[in-house]
């Protein structure tokens, strides 16, 4: 094994086998716990990664352990022609799955594109099924759109979406019980994600954030009692409970109140083609520089290897002494 094919761990023994790409910052919404209402300064066309040298990027992580891929942004569907992002990352030796994490708004639109191209998993982020409340989160309509997009990506053969809805403490508590019921009669697969300090505003304050336990409660009180659900993959974050019958699936993700940080396993590449080892990295490694000065395989794949080593054990979030990254949850790649 040489040292391009060696598997990527960091000093505490975590495998990485999996790398977000962050293909936009742009969006069409704004939602306000990610993005500001205005003044957003998006980042010029010619400091994006190309497919060319996503797809480069892409080929060097595989032989290093890099299996599962996953496309998000900002909004991804907003990038041109991400089908053909999608084919070229589909042939590339060693990655397994590729999947998708949207807003749906889009999604109507492009499903069957990406399916031919080889997508093979969507999430939905979807926080209400309320228009005016939707419009209120993302300072946008079109909900109407997202379900028409959520109907068009099973009607062309995902199956197995998940919709991923925040937990606001003030916000959530109304939409648990409607999501999940929606979630029952369409066979979605609905997790709850807490709030993180990665809004656009800065304006993040810890009591903003629901607990899973709080969810549960209210779960369990019109449900009946939540069973977990058997674990198949111990990198996933999600906690996953059977309910209903035991025909539904909720799943939690706790980054704020218990930390996965222990199981992790992913990398991220922002769309102007920065790698980061965590979501709160304060520090990002440059590989735009390196793709673009026409270097070699090796010195991309020790850049790739060092950032990983210099993983921390945790984000911190509950320390005193946390900053949060300059850069907000769009900017990264959610
Ligand atoms: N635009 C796509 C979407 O919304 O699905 C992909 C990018 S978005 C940044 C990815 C995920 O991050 C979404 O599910 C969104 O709800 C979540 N997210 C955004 N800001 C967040 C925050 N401050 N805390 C927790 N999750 C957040
Ligand atoms: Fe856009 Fe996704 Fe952020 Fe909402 S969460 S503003 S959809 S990038």
Not at 157 to 184: H, K, M, Q, Y
Not at 208 to 220: A, H, K, T, W
Not at 247 to 266: N, Y
Not at 288 to 298: C, E, H, K, V, Y
Request: contains cysteine; hydrophobic residues 40%; glycine residues 8%.
């Amino acid at each position: 094994m040489n040292e391009a094919s060696e598997p990527l761990t960091d000093s505490l023994g975590r495998v990485h086998t999996s790398l977000r790409i962050s293909v936009t910052d742009r969006c069409n919404i704004r939602c306000y716990y990610c993005m500001p209402a205005d003044g957003i300064q998006f980042l010029p066309r010619k400091q994006l990664l190309s497919f060319e040298e996503i797809e480069r990027f892409v080929r060097i992580v595989a032989p290093m352990g890099i299996t599962k891929l996953r496309l998000t942004g900002g909004e991804p569907l907003v990038r041109c022609e991400l089908p053909t992002l999608v084919r070229l990352l589909a042939r590339t030796p060693g990655i397994e799955e590729i999947a998708l994490t949207t807003n749906g708004l889009l999604l109507a639109e492009q499903a069957g594109d990406l399916r031919r191209a080889g997508l093979d998993r969507i999430n939905v982020s979807l926080d209400t099924l309320d228009a005016d409340k939707f419009k209120r989160i993302t300072r946008r309509p079109g909900l109407e759109k997202v379900l028409a997009g959520i109907a068009e990506a099973q009607r062309v053969g995902f199956d197995s979406i998940r919709l991923n809805a925040i937990a606001i403490r003030g916000e959530t508590e109304p939409e648990i019980v409607p999501l999940l019921e929606f979630a029952l009669a369409h066979q979605l697969h609905l997790r709850f994600i807490e709030y993180m300090p990665l809004d656009g505003d800065g304006a993040w304050k810890s009591d903003q954030v629901l607990s899973g336990e709080r969810i549960r409660e209210i779960v369990e009180e019109h449900f009946g009692p939540l069973e977990p659900a058997p674990r198949d993959d111990a990198s996933q974050p999600a906690v996953d409970y059977v309910f209903g019958d035991r025909s539904g699936l909720i799943g939690f993700i706790h980054p704020v109140s218990q930390p996965f940080c222990g199981q992790c396993d992913r990398l991220r590449l922002t769309a102007e083609g920065q790698i980061r080892n965590c979501l709160f990295s304060i520090e990002e490694s440059d590989v735009r520089d390196l793709l673009r000065s026409n270097a070699d395989d090796d010195p991309i794949a020790k850049l790739v290897r060092d950032c990983v080593a210099a993983k921390k054990p945790g984000h911190g979030i509950d320390d005193p002494r946390f900053l949060r990254p300059a850069k907000a949850m769009y900017q990264i790649g959610g």
